[in-house]
């Protein structure tokens, strides 16, 4: 007999969330172990003092695991333990090589088995890379590094300064004195120029086809790479962009290239937009994305391209929730 462990987190204390979390954490020891039914002899469940809604066991019965003894138990309230999780351990009789399973913001718990997640997503403009990677960190309990904020930033120090974008030269020589930073705070990227949070300021149109200009000078990314680089050499995170793949984290583990068509794109900036309170007819929208997309991908330094070894994903018809499932099992089959 030999005992598996395993843990997972739920980002809600509801009786749904624990029972889709509980079923996703057994089956996957199951597979990954390749064990029957009938080899499994007990599960015992612990979980965090903050999750109330539903016995485990119960989950655990219910998802189909009843053919074995079954029991939870609650654990005391300890001051910086992880939130909201649920550890296992599964008594099984197995002569195989056994694998524990941590799943979610749990598998911070065994740095042991783990390793650190290097995410790389890239696509053009309105592909759905941020909103994605933003609920892909948050399912992961990763950072998701913005890298298009930090062009963004380059492009609203020119416009402050008035420097003209096209003019690597001047662009070179306002970097010098240009201070760009990226804060993380509860796992919500803060981007800092010269002291100031800009987060805000940086999300116009105007200010998404600066960063595309501006991004293209050597200066500009060479210094926004070494940063990003050294994010991602002290963090599991994600990074989201046009070249990070391909030139920012070529030794990523996991890359995927979001695409879409560019009138869906249109649709869903200009929704976007709206929703920022800025009204554009969907033909201008249209236009930028397709002037972007030119800029981005025939630039000399670092253009948008689909690096060899990721996967591509064509969210054209599909929703936000169904990419996000799609990539999040490509992960988990790896990890």
Same mark, same amino acid.
Do not use: W
């Given at each position: 007999?030999?005992?598996?462990?395993?843990?997972?987190?739920?980002?809600?204390?509801?009786?749904?969330?624990?029972?889709?979390?509980?079923?996703?954490?057994?089956? #996957?020891?199951?597979?990954?172990?390749? %064990?029957?039914?009938?080899?499994?002899?007990?599960?015992?469940?612990?979980?965090?003092?903050?999750?109330?809604?539903?016995?485990?066991?119960?989950?655990?019965?219910?998802?189909?695991?009843?053919?074995?003894?079954?029991?939870?138990?609650?654990?005391?309230?300890?001051?910086?333990?992880?939130?909201?999780?649920?550890?296992?351990?599964?008594?099984?009789?197995? #002569?195989?090589?056994?694998?524990?399973?941590?799943?979610?913001?749990?598998?911070?718990?065994?740095?042991?088995?783990?390793?650190?997640?290097?995410?790389?997503?890239?696509?053009?403009?309105?592909?759905?890379?941020?909103?994605?990677?933003?609920?892909?960190?948050?399912?992961?309990?990763?950072?998701?590094?913005?890298?298009?904020?930090?062009?963004?930033?380059?492009?609203?120090?020119?416009?402050?300064?008035?420097?003209?974008?096209?003019?690597?030269?001047?662009?070179?020589?306002? %970097?010098?004195?240009?201070?760009?930073?990226?804060?993380?705070?509860?796992?919500?990227?803060?981007?800092? %120029?010269?002291?100031?949070?800009?987060?805000?300021?940086?999300?116009?149109?105007?200010?998404?086809?600066?960063?595309?200009?501006?991004?293209?000078?050597?200066?500009?990314?060479?210094?926004?790479?070494?940063?990003?680089?050294?994010?991602?050499?002290?963090?599991?995170?994600? %990074?989201?962009?046009?070249?990070?793949?391909?030139?920012?984290?070529?030794?990523?583990?996991?890359?995927?290239?979001?695409?879409?068509?560019?009138?869906?794109?249109?649709?869903?900036?200009?929704?976007?937009?709206?929703?920022?309170?800025?009204?554009?007819?969907?033909?201008?929208?249209?236009?930028?994305?397709?002037?972007?997309?030119?800029?981005?991908?025939?630039?000399?330094?670092?253009?948008?391209?689909?690096?060899?070894?990721?996967?591509?994903?064509?969210?054209?018809?599909?929703?936000?929730? #169904?990419?996000?499932?799609?990539?999040?099992?490509?992960?988990?089959?790896?990890?």
């Amino acid at each position: 007999m030999k005992a598996i462990r395993g843990a997972t987190t739920v980002e809600n204390d509801t009786t749904e969330e624990i029972k889709e979390s509980v079923k996703e954490l057994l089956t #996957e020891i199951k597979r990954r172990n390749t %064990l029957k039914s009938e080899n499994i002899i007990c599960i015992m469940f612990s979980n965090t003092a903050d999750i109330r809604s539903y016995y485990p066991a119960k989950a655990a019965r219910e998802a189909g695991f009843f053919n074995c003894a079954l029991y939870s138990s609650l654990e005391p309230d300890i001051e910086g333990s992880l939130k909201k999780c649920i550890r296992v351990m599964v008594l099984a009789e197995t #002569e195989g090589k056994i694998e524990h399973v941590y799943l979610k913001g749990a598998a911070n718990l065994r740095k042991d088995i783990t390793k650190k997640l290097n995410i790389a997503v890239d696509g053009p403009a309105g592909s759905g890379k941020s909103t994605v990677a933003k609920l892909i960190a948050k399912r992961f309990n990763i950072l998701h590094l913005d890298t298009g904020a930090m062009y963004r930033a380059v492009a609203l120090a020119c416009m402050k300064a008035k420097v003209d974008c096209t003019d690597s030269k001047k662009v070179k020589k306002l %970097l010098q004195n240009t201070k760009i930073t990226v804060k993380f705070e509860n796992g919500t990227q803060h981007t800092i %120029l010269n002291g100031e949070n800009v987060s805000d300021l940086i999300r116009t149109p105007e200010i998404s086809m600066l960063a595309s200009t501006v991004s293209a000078h050597e200066s500009v990314r060479t210094k926004m790479v070494e940063a990003q680089r050294e994010i991602a050499a002290d963090n599991s995170c994600i %990074l989201d962009g046009r070249d990070i793949g391909s030139n920012v984290l070529p030794n990523a583990e996991f890359k995927f290239y979001l695409t879409a068509l560019s009138e869906v794109r249109a649709e869903r900036r200009a929704k976007e937009n709206e929703q920022k309170g800025l009204f554009q007819p969907i033909s201008e929208v249209l236009c930028e994305i397709k002037q972007r997309d030119n800029q981005d991908k025939s630039r000399k330094i670092a253009p948008l391209v689909k690096a060899s070894d990721a996967v591509e994903v064509d969210t054209s018809n599909m929703t936000i929730d #169904e990419v996000v499932e799609f990539i999040s099992k490509s992960i988990q089959e790896k990890i």
